[in-house]
């Protein structure tokens, strides 16, 4: 009597059993049993095959007949399996042909080959295997690739394979390889529990390094669909033959941290001798390994590598593995009547000493059910075919009813074995739980088991790491850059202020607008500059705000609101000093014009060219607003590593006010800016020495457009260098403003004050007319007097040239005859003219003033002088 995790002791112990317990006939002696060996109990209180009898007979009528099972176990090469997997094979073949209730008339016998896990010495193994007798029912292979080989070519002579050691997921191809089955799970198995333990640690970005054979790009091709699938994104993906050097230099250099690795355990060495080598490891790095290589195969001395065990050691601390589950982890009795540890235990005792470093000692199960699988299933086959006349010995390799009958035998298998529930799926596939482990301190250690078919994780909370599971990339924290704020606040007090004096001085101008000195200042294009002088001040505050003192949503508004204040802003006060000069040179630069129409302005002339100057602004920032209106935009610049060993990088940002065509609308308006500024530097120098009584300020007018066409041009171009350093940018960009203002308002204001504060021009109404009017005839004095000076220039250089020529006649003299006596003055032939000149009668050239007073030409020792000239030579020296 048999119950599941009860051994025979506890049964016997047991009063009442539950229904789930069958009952096995054993015979004595050599007797064996024909009909059903075991009966289980049904919950219907009835008993399985009760059609059927049991019954003991004499072993004399036993006929056995072998039955030839040809096997390839790789004995050596790149997963020398069959070191364990050939024993465990041989120890389900003697037990399977000792029980009495399976294939009782048939015998079962193994012939077997080294394939070195190669597949061209298997394809001629298979050769052997084929065309040497005896006829061969099923074939073993082991490696991968050397199933691929025998399961392809197997249809052909209608052979079951029958797998113990592939997990290629290619194989799982039913059109390829249509009489392939395997109790080893497919590679692929591992793929959920991977990216289970992905999301599991928030894992999105991971890199794979493989060896480039048909089972692991198979399987790398699945993990790659199942990670996107799950939103997880492979960033680098390596591959190599034989040197795996080259793709763990790649992937230290594309910053890979999580790991996927898939080779064989020979080339694992290579790859973690070059892991050290490159430093690829520690608390910032996670590798995934294949659970299926040996527990210490980073130890075992390879004269491939020139790494020593210490360092290995170091390299795989902490590696995560995914293994098939090979061994059942319940005290379970399975077809073959034994736990899986009584088998581990059998096993070991018939591989003696280093047993556990034997390879293929994890899939000793796994060969050790192919065996029962196949024998449970050729047992499966007797009934059906003795009903159709057949027996199992008939099989050739031309018979398909015999290899249809296994098959189907086979794809319905369900039984308990030592490495856990025998089933396949449709693609002939072992369906099996994913065992988790992590290396510890040198020693593999369970953290965790996954059922792929419910999705289930079982997790213990043992998994170790330094600190915490590192990242999948290196962290990197956004921060954004704001504007220092002492900046702001030191430049807004200045701002202020400024808003302040902007105000006193248009308090000033529009209470003493009534004083004639005022007046003929143009008050109103005054009140005009100190408003804009306001607006672009009031700019200041907008231009350092960001995202420290507004919300994301908001920013817009604050980009919009500073164009508009600085852009009307400067409209206003450049337009109105603008506006000034161009009257004053287009009036007093027109030489054709009378006097007369140069003392009449009319000042709505003057406010309609602010008024355009205003317009086009307003028209222009209209059009760019709607057009392509402003937003924000993030600057990002180069990541800084912080101070320590923290596995983060800063990722510095800085919002901008942008718009998809910026650098256009900014082209625009600083080119129509620019002209004016230029044009206005121009009309300044042109009317410079020019008064007038109807702008009396223009001079102070011309001093300020210098300075703002200087600060302006020097500003706007450096700002858009500067645009990615918000603090110089904003201090170079609001002193500017700030500057400019201040000076405009001095400039233009202050003498004003400086005037009417000490003349005291605004005590009263009579003294300010008079006061006025003293101004005014003050002013046309100075006038003439200007005028004045001025010809008293012109006639100096006509003195002068008068003087010279006075000289070069002195010298003609001295170089002639002598000169005559000198007549009397009422001698009428003193006056006769030398020879060759005409009548002084005829002389139509009158004397100039500076001459009127002279009265002789010679002096007393005869030399000539200019207040001494004789009345009788004046008008030869004349001509």
Not at 114 to 131: H, N, Q, R
Not at 377 to 382: H, I, Q, R, S
Not at 676 to 701: P, Q
Request: glycine content about 6%; aromatic content about 10%.
């Amino acid at each position: 009597i048999r119950y599941r995790g009860l051994t025979q002791e506890q049964v016997g112990a047991t009063a009442v059993l539950p229904l789930d317990y069958e009952i096995e006939y054993i015979c004595r002696g050599n007797r064996w049993i024909v009909g059903p060996k075991v009966r289980k109990c049904l919950p219907n209180g009835t008993w399985t095959d009760l059609t059927q009898r049991s019954k003991c007979c004499d072993s004399i009528n036993h006929p056995e007949k072998k039955l030839y099972i040809g096997a390839l176990f790789p004995m050596s090469g790149g997963w020398p399996g069959g070191q364990a997997c050939l024993p465990s094979a041989q120890m389900a073949l003697d037990l399977v042909n000792k029980r009495t209730d399976i294939l009782p008339e048939y015998e079962l016998e193994l012939i077997h080959y080294d394939s070195m896990c190669d597949p061209g010495e298997a394809t001629k193994l298979l050769y052997d295997l084929l065309y040497t007798e005896p006829i061969k029912m099923v074939l073993m292979p082991g490696c991968s690739s050397v199933s691929t080989l025998v399961a392809e070519a197997a249809r052909m002579w209608n052979l079951i394979v029958l797998s113990y050691g592939s997990s290629s997921p290619a194989l799982s191809n039913r059109q390829r390889f249509p009489t392939f089955f395997r109790t080893h799970p497919s590679a692929t198995l591992h793929n959920p529990t991977r990216v289970q333990l992905f999301q599991k640690w928030k894992w999105t970005k991971i890199a794979t390094i493989q060896q480039t054979t048909e089972v692991f790009t198979s399987t790398l091709d699945d993990l790659e669909a199942r990670t996107k699938e799950a939103g997880i994104e492979i960033s680098v993906r390596q591959s190599f033959l034989t040197d795996p050097a080259p793709a763990v230099k790649n992937l230290k250099r594309q910053d890979a941290r999580i790991i996927v690795g898939l080779f064989y355990e020979t080339e694992a060495r290579k790859v973690f001798c070059e892991v050290y080598k490159e430093k690829l490891y520690g608390k910032k790095y996670v590798w995934f390994l294949i659970g299926w290589y040996a527990d210490n195969w980073f130890k075992i001395k390879d004269p491939s590598i020139n790494c020593t065990v210490e360092q290995m050691t170091e390299a795989v601390e902490g590696h995560v593995t995914t293994e098939i589950v090979m061994l059942n982890p319940e005290t379970v009795r399975g077809a073959s009547n034994l736990t899986s540890q009584e088998f581990l235990n059998q096993l070991m005792s018939k591989l003696g000493v280093r047993t556990q470093r034997r390879q293929g000692f994890q899939e000793a199960p796994l060969a050790y059910d192919a065996v029962w699988a196949l024998a449970l299933a050729l047992n499966k086959t007797v009934g059906p075919l003795k009903a159709k006349g057949r027996r199992l010995e008939d099989f050739n390799y031309n018979n398909r009813d015999i290899t249809a009958e296994i098959y189907r035998a086979l794809n319905t298998s369900s039984f308990e074995g030592v490495s856990g529930h025998v089933v396949f799926d449709a693609q002939g596939s072992r369906m099996a739980w994913t065992l988790i482990e992590q290396l510890q301190g040198g020693s593999y250690k369970k953290i965790g088991y996954f059922d792929s078919t419910k999705g289930n994780l079982s997790w213990y909370g043992n998994d170790k790491w330094i600190g915490e599971p590192p990242a999948d990339q290196t962290v990197v924290i956004e921060v954004f850059r704001f504007l220092s704020q002492k900046l702001f606040v030191s430049v807004s007090v200045f701002a202020g202020l400024g808003i302040l004096l902007g105000i006193v001085c248009l308090t000033f101008n529009i209470y003493n607008s009534n004083v004639r000195y005022i007046q003929n200042s143009q008050p109103y294009l005054n009140n005009m500059t100190a408003v804009g002088c306001m607006m672009a001040l009031a700019a200041v505050f907008p231009l350092g705000l960001d995202g420290h003192h507004v919300h994301r949503k908001q920013f817009p508004v604050v980009c919009q609101f500073r164009l508009w204040l600085l852009g009307l802003g400067f409209s206003l006060a450049y337009g109105s000093m603008f506006t000034k000069i161009w009257w004053v040179h287009t009036v007093f630069t027109k030489k054709d014009d009378k006097k007369e129409k140069r003392k009449h302005l009319e000042p709505w002339k003057l406010y309609a060219t602010v008024g355009v100057l205003l317009i086009i602004d307003v028209l222009s920032l209209m059009i760019w607003q709607i057009v392509d209106p402003l937003h924000i935009t993030v600057e990002k610049f180069v990541r800084e590593a912080p101070k320590g060993d923290l596995d983060v990088l800063i990722q510095p940002l800085l919002e901008h006010c942008s718009s998809d065509k910026m650098n256009t609308w900014l082209g625009v308006v600083y080119g129509y800016k620019g002209l004016l500024l230029l044009l206005g530097i121009f009309l300044a120098y042109e009317t410079k020495s020019i008064s007038t009584e109807k702008i009396n300020d223009h001079r102070a007018v011309g001093m300020a457009i210098y300075n703002v066409s200087v600060l302006c041009m020097i500003t706007a171009p450096v700002t858009m260098i500067l645009s990615s350093q918000q603090d110089a940018s904003f201090a170079f960009a609001s002193l500017a403003i700030v500057f400019s203002v201040y000076i405009t308002l001095v400039v233009l204001f202050v003498p004003k004050m400086r005037r009417l504060i000490t003349r005291g021009e605004w005590q009263s109404d009579t003294q300010e007319t008079m006061k006025t009017q003293g101004s005014s005839t003050n002013n046309n004095d100075e006038e003439k007097s200007r005028q004045l000076e001025r010809e008293n220039k012109e006639l100096q250089k006509i003195i002068q040239e008068k003087e010279e020529r006075v000289s070069e006649l002195r010298n003609q003299l001295n170089h002639s005859t002598p000169l005559l006596p000198i007549p009397s003055n009422n001698d009428p032939k003193s006056l006769i003219p030398p020879p060759g000149y005409p009548n002084p009668a005829s002389d139509n050239h009158s004397l100039p003033p500076s001459f009127s007073n002279s009265s002789n030409l010679y002096q007393p020792d005869g030399k000539i002088s200019r207040n001494n000239c004789h009345t009788s030579r004046l008008q030869l020296l004349y001509k």
